[in-house]
Every structure is written in structure tokens, then in C-alpha cells.
Nanobody, 129 residues
Framework: QVHLVESGGGLVQAGGSLRLSCVAS????????MGWFRQAPGKEREFVAV??????????YYADSVKGRVTMSSDGAKNAMYLQMSSMTTYDTAVYYC????????????????????WGQGTQVTVSS
């Protein structure tokens, strides 16, 4: 099991930027799929971005709502992955979670939170208008 800890959340003005971090025990490359999800008050948890590894290859997927504004990256030496967000709006206000799974997922099901078994505690991101 992978233990995940997020950080980097906070208050940011609309149009601003923020970088979230997620440090994983056990090595991030021990998980086949790792990603970011978010949950706004009163709403279901939703997919933000994931990286899907298959052998030596990997593919990164972004939700349409953040595409072009968000970049997901990782640093194997630090067992960390990051979510760089820019041009933020109030719709980005949510608790952000990193997640991972050893399961084989496809582009059709990697956006479903229930397919991930390891979750961090979340970090709050608030965008003010």
C-alpha cells in the first residue's frame, strides 16, 4: 500500500497560480496509475489529472475543465508528484487529493475515483474572486 501526503494548498486570487505536491511512501513508480482528484463542497469527487504507466511508457490525462491550465509532473528521486495550476477560477475551489492504484486502468475508467485504493488526506485550495 502506498501512503500519500499532499501539501501546497491555500488561498489564491482568481487568475493566480498554485502548485500542489504529493509525497508517496513506497515509491511513486510502484503504482501503475497516479493522479489528482478534487471535491468541492456538496459535489462528488472528480478527476483532475492522472498519469497511467504501462511498462516504460506513460500517458497523462487531464480533465477538460483544467486542460491547458494544469500540468502534472513527477520526481522519482523525491517520490513526489506535482500539480501546477494556473489561470485559476473560483470553480477550482475544492479539496485536492492525490491517489494511486496498482490496477490496470484504461482511458475509459481512470477518471473514476472508485478505481483507486490509496488516497491522501487532501489539501484545501480556495480561489477568491
Amino acid at each position: 500500500q502506498v501512503h500519500l501526503v499532499e501539501s501546497g494548498g491555500g488561498l489564491v486570487q482568481a487568475g493566480g497560480s498554485l502548485r500542489l505536491s504529493c509525497v508517496a511512501s513506497g515509491g511513486i513508480f510502484s503504482s501503475r496509475v497516479m493522479g489528482w482528484f478534487r471535491q468541492a463542497p456538496g459535489k462528488e469527487r472528480e478527476f483532475v489529472a492522472v498519469v497511467n504507466r504501462s511498462g516504460s511508457e506513460s500517458s497523462t490525462y487531464y480533465a477538460d475543465s483544467v486542460k491547458g491550465r494544469v500540468t502534472m509532473s513527477s520526481d522519482g528521486a523525491k517520490n513526489a508528484m506535482y500539480l501546477q495550476m494556473s489561470s485559476m477560477t473560483t470553480y477550482d475551489t475544492a479539496v485536492y487529493y492525490c491517489a494511486s492504484t496498482q490496477s490496470r486502468l484504461t482511458s475509459r475508467n481512470l477518471s473514476t475515483p472508485n478505481n483507486y485504493e490509496d488516497w491522501g488526506q487532501g489539501t484545501q485550495v480556495t480561489v477568491s474572486s
